[in-house]
């Protein structure tokens, strides 16, 4: 649901663009992101990179409306749309910010957030979409370049209605499917997830000692009914500030169900 919410202000505008005045298309869309904006951080929402993406966007569409020509918001609203939903999810994830992670991230424990496969996994996903959002923005970039008198509300063209609408929400459709499974394949994974922790032990502390530290800290860290396995001991610790007799050490183990 968090995801489709982060979509809505450019889902909104899609469906209203065509279908009312070009400025009322903008606006809606721009309170909508602006209230996503305002309110994201009282409520502890994710989805910030696309909410400030939306904001932006229809920020620039809104005065662009304003400033040009019919034939030209006709032509190029909707390529830049989907262009601006494109550098979003683009800037998000060689920022660092992937958007799917974002929204992934809710509900599940820190231990699962933070292993390397849910970041490959987000993170693929992120530039799935990313393909996604750049080949919509090239198909609807189609008609303008090559009619003179392309427009969005032309529905008699196949080549106006087709590279406009019907491939970019067919790619938009095949990318929401494609993520539905990304629930699965964490779940599937989760056995095979490799998590990390620290734990605090004395700086003279032997080998034998460390790995028994650091297995009664990881088991205290498992839920009910589950047990830590391959646990393993980084290789140097760190002392800890104001209190150089103790040091600590970095950890790594997986999880697996309770045998009995």
Not at 111 to 121: E, H, M, P, R, Y
Not at 168 to 180: D, E, I, M, N, Q
Request: hydrophobic share 50%; glycine share 8%.
């Amino acid at each position: 649901m968090g995801i489709v919410l982060g979509f809505a202000p450019w889902v909104v505008y899609w469906i209203l663009l065509g279908n009312v005045p070009f400025l009322a298309a903008a606006v809606v869309a721009l309170v909508l992101a602006i209230a996503a904006v305002a309110v994201g951080p009282a409520r502890h929402a994710p989805g910030r990179t696309l909410d400030i993406g939306a904001a932006a966007t229809f920020a620039v569409l809104t005065v662009l409306t304003l400033v040009v020509s019919d034939s030209f918001a006709e032509r190029w609203l909707a390529p830049l749309s989907f262009a601006g939903i494109f550098l979003t999810a683009l800037v998000g994830v060689l920022t660092d910010r992937p958007f799917v992670r974002e929204f992934a991230a809710v509900g599940l424990p820190k231990d699962i957030v933070d292993t390397d496969l849910f970041g490959q996994i987000t993170r693929r996903l992120t530039w799935l979409w990313v393909a996604v959002f750049g080949a919509m923005a090239v198909s609807s970039a189609v008609p303008p370049l090559v009619r003179s008198d392309a427009s969005i509300l032309d529905t008699t063209t196949p080549l106006t209605f087709v590279c406009y609408w019907l491939i970019p929400f067919v790619l938009l459709a095949a990318g929401a499917v494609v993520s539905r499974v990304l629930p699965d394949r964490m779940a599937a994974g989760a056995g095979d997830i490799t998590r990390r922790t620290t734990f605090v032990a004395y700086s003279e502390a032997a080998i034998d000692e460390l790995y028994y530290l650091a297995t009664e800290h990881v088991n205290r860290e498992v839920g009910p009914g589950q047990e830590a396995y391959n646990v393993q001991v980084g290789g140097k610790g760190t002392p800890l500030v104001g209190d150089e007799s103790r040091q600590s050490w970095p950890a790594t183990y997986k999880v697996r169900e309770r045998r009995r």
